[in-house]
């Protein structure tokens, strides 16, 4: 219904970019995968980017439509593009002096019998204009292709295929307009699992929804695993967690210590870590859930698909196994526009430990809660 009306209704045609920029709901996905349907590109942003930083993306994708909330309507509204609240249209507070702007739920029963024709959608087609921090510089836009995603969502998920695991329950409290919640959330649908959306983060709220909706797995970054070290005592057992079988942290290294505090915590969970970037479509490397030294601190080893090696950041020559140099990396999850290695080569089977060249900001966010006297940390780009 919805890509019905994305095509009818706002005239959204192959090609088009149409901006989502909002926090994480049920409704965030449904929306992507609207507009990917139609051969159009999904761009996201920070729900709490500024005017001026807002207005820089709107400026290089060049929206057609934007899909948003009322609450950010001050944002966007200078920028002369139709709207869609994801909101209903019984929604308290939305000012009717708001123009050009149409109300996702009315959207969904005008055109609940409406259904599109076969489009004419290739793999090679860009799907999503996702926008990566990089190691230098401002945001920029990343192009990802549907073979990216196609390619990334089945290797996600690999290891509940191979292991024959039932349907899972996951909790995504990570931000669906980045990367790693983006794929995340796909691989969840391709498989069929349960997806329970949080919009906002609090340690609490997020133990309550896996006591609650029985979440099996759980994706972080550091600060949560920090956050529940410290703050498990004074819970005394609130939340039954049981239902948890795994949770994978990434965007910044865990420390050694850290994992086994978490994992005395929670004996009965496997804790471990994944590697990767916008540019990959997600994962590069991760740890076997099934294999491999516990409490290793590495991000494991490489996604399914991908081929990897080491170089030196002076010579760019390959390097042998135990030597810190600069990856290359190459498979059908990585993005346009990147130069590919003629010559085949392929990395030796073997864990990562990833030394970051830019410090993100979950890696200071995770410093400061390890002092014992921070509650709570934000770092603020």
């Not at 005239?11 to 449904?30: E, G, Q, T």
């Amino acid at each position: 219904s919805l890509a019905y009306a994305l095509r009818h209704q706002f005239h959204v045609a192959k090609h088009d970019v149409v901006l989502i920029f909002a926090p994480n709901s049920i409704r965030f996905p449904i929306s992507f995968l609207a507009i990917v349907s139609l051969g159009a590109i999904a761009t996201t942003a920070n729900p709490s980017f500024t005017f001026t930083e807002i207005s820089k993306q709107v400026k290089e994708s060049n929206p057609k439509l934007i899909i948003t909330i009322p609450q950010l309507y001050s944002k966007v509204s200078q920028f002369n593009v139709p709207l869609v609240f994801l909101q209903s249209s019984s929604s308290p507070n939305l000012s009717s002096a708001i123009p050009k702007f149409s109300y996702y739920s009315d959207i969904i029963q005008n055109y609940a019998d409406q259904h599109l024709n076969s489009n004419d959608v290739k793999q090679t087609d860009l799907a999503a204009l996702l926008y990566s921090s990089g190691t230098t510089g401002t945001n920029k836009g990343v192009m990802l292709t549907h073979k990216n995603f196609i390619a990334s969502t089945l290797s996600f998920t690999a290891d509940q295929d191979r292991y024959m695991e039932g349907r899972s329950v996951c909790l995504c409290f990570l931000p669906m307009f980045h990367g790693f919640g983006s794929v995340l959330t796909l691989a969840q649908f391709r498989r069929g699992n349960v997806l329970v959306s949080m919009a906002k983060l609090g340690l609490d709220k997020v133990l309550g929804a896996i006591e609650k909706y029985k979440v099996t797995h759980m994706f972080v970054v550091p600060p949560v695993m920090v956050s529940l070290a410290k703050q498990w005592q004074m819970m005394n057992n609130k939340y039954d967690l049981s239902s948890l079988k795994q949770i994978i942290s990434s965007a910044a290294s865990l420390s050694r210590d850290l994992i086994e505090i978490c994992a005395h915590i929670l004996p009965h969970v496997q804790i471990f870590q994944a590697y990767g970037m916008t540019e990959a479509c997600g994962n590069i490397s991760m740890e076997n859930p099934k294999g491999g030294p516990p409490f290793s601190a590495s991000t494991g080893t490489l996604m399914p698909l991908i081929q990897s090696k080491i170089v030196s950041v002076t010579t760019m020559n390959p390097l042998p196994p135990n030597q810190m140099g600069e990856i290359c990396i190459r498979g059908p999850t990585i993005t346009l526009g990147n130069k590919l290695y003629n010559e085949p080569w392929l990395n030796p089977v073997g864990s990562y430990y990833y030394f970051m060249r830019q410090v993100a900001a979950a890696e200071l966010e995770g410093l400061l809660l390890s002092h014992p006297d921070v509650v709570d940390a934000v770092v603020i780009p």
